[in-house]
């Protein structure tokens, strides 16, 4: 599987994720809510903060102006975005602003985004998927909605376009997406292109990422809210800033709890000692006495003789003299 490197970060190694915060248009506009955002991501020890920076203008037809809502409202100017990353990078976080046009998608690059992120509705504009591809930065590709064959075009047109580094997503376009809809092992099918996968997360919640990180997620994004009750277009799938730390505490603790599939023992658990059990006399038993499966049982601690050989005691002699509990040893036995 293709690896590559996001400042530093391993994208694509199965020792660890990349963890998204995911802020949108969640500040509403607000550039002071944009920037605390910043805060709260790096706060969490997530790997990177994500905006939004779309002109719809640019990419809706007029007679479509529904579809246009008050976004225009909430988004924030060039000079706004370009402080964001800014304070983000002297933070260590990675960023980008998710665009849809190629006068935005200039705007990023220029202003120093790390990757490209986009979008499930895309996934068909060719045209748009190989300029994305000719910057040359990693693109986090979103399949939500689309046919297998659609993403094999996909990735066929970034490739040819130039682009290398790539992110596979598992997503969905419904908000919030119903769990028995989204598909987590789809993940599995999308490791064929050796590409790393991820999941982009828009169910309600934390669940469903978490498990997907089982599943073997690169990378996870999630949409976050310095108030996640607040009514904005992303409220029902975001968390809180509480959640968010949570979250990502949550995600590198399965990380370390996935281990390696060697079944093994560690070298600092002395409990196992203490919970194992050891072969004991059942009673007083004196010299000459011969053992019979009465006069054995099994107690704790495991620092004697294990009980799986206690077939080997049955119809020797004691040499000496035992006392009851007291921990049965094959040289306390005659030989053979």
Not at 304 to 314: H, V
């Amino acid at each position: 599987m293709q690896k590559f490197n996001i400042n530093r970060k391993l994208i694509g190694d199965d020792s660890s994720v990349f963890v998204i915060a995911e802020a949108g248009i969640n500040h509403a506009g607000s550039f002071i809510e944009a920037k605390k955002m910043v805060d709260v991501a790096n706060s969490s020890m997530a790997d990177a903060v994500t905006f939004q920076h779309i002109a719809y203008n640019d990419i809706d037809c007029r007679k479509s102006s529904k579809t246009k809502l008050d976004w225009d409202k909430w988004r924030l100017s060039d000079e706004q975005i370009i402080e964001l990353f800014d304070t983000a990078h002297r933070l260590g976080l990675s960023t980008t602003a998710c665009v849809v046009d190629f006068k935005s998608l200039e705007f990023i690059v220029k202003s120093g985004a790390d990757f490209l992120k986009i979008v499930s509705g895309d996934i068909t504009c060719h045209p748009f998927l190989a300029e994305c591809a000719k910057t040359g930065l990693p693109i986090f590709l979103s399949t939500g909605s689309a046919l297998l064959s659609e993403i094999e075009a996909a990735l066929e047109v970034i490739e040819k376009s130039g682009g290398k580094n790539v992110v596979v997503y598992q997503t969905n376009t419904k908000y919030p997406t119903p769990p028995n809809e989204v598909d987590l092992r789809v993940m599995e099918t999308l490791k064929k292109f050796n590409y790393p996968v991820g999941f982009c997360d828009h169910t309600a919640g934390t669940a469903i990422s978490l498990a997907a990180v089982t599943l073997g997620a690169h990378v996870i994004e999630k949409h976050f809210s310095l108030d996640a009750t607040i009514k904005r277009p992303d409220y029902e799938v975001s968390i809180n800033p509480h959640e968010l730390n949570q979250f990502v505490t949550d995600i590198r603790n399965i990380k370390k709890a996935m281990g390696v599939p060697i079944k093994r023992r560690h070298t600092d658990d002395a409990n196992f000692i203490l919970t194992r059990r050891s072969l004991v006399a059942c009673s007083d038993m004196t010299k000459g006495t011969k053992i019979q499966w009465s006069d054995l049982t099994y107690k704790r601690p495991g620092t004697g003789t294990q009980p799986s050989e206690a077939k080997n005691f049955i119809g020797r002699t004691l040499k000496y003299d035992v006392s009851k509990d007291d921990q049965l040893y094959e040289d306390m036995l005659e030989e053979i």
